[in-house]
């Protein structure tokens, strides 16, 4: 992740309620949290259309349970689909067909508008 320096609490209290009002808003509007919205939002930059729930958990650093819960979510929402690992059976891996990552670039592009 991007790290930002903040010249003054101030600065940072500020940011902090931007983001808090965006996801507030976010979640009544489009039925996504900031776990689901951070998750879409690291497909929309992967260039692959298969990707660990591992390698998903490393990069947002998401507890397992809200990562299980977002995936879930989001799965059930059309945006993702899942499947096992044809090598290691315990390896859940997420897909993203041409259909979904329409529907995953046209929610980003949305959320960007409200920014």
Not at 2 to 12: D, G
Not at 32 to 51: A, G, H, P, Q, V
Not at 58 to 74: I, M, W
């Amino acid at each position: 992740m991007i790290e930002q320096n903040f010249k003054t609490l101030n600065e940072l209290i500020t940011t902090y309620q931007k983001g808090k009002y965006f996801f507030k808003t976010t979640k009544k509007q489009h039925k996504l949290n900031y776990e689901e919205i951070f998750i879409l939002n690291y497909i929309f930059n992967c260039k692959e259309n298969e990707i660990t729930a591992k390698e998903i958990a490393k990069y947002s650093e998401l507890q397992p349970y809200y990562l299980t819960k977002a995936l879930q979510k989001l799965i059930k929402m059309g945006y993702l689909s899942k499947k096992r690992s044809e090598i290691d059976e315990r390896t859940v891996v997420v897909r993203v067909n041409e259909a979904q990552r329409d529907k995953i670039n046209e929610i980003i592009r949305t959320l960007q508008q409200t920014l």
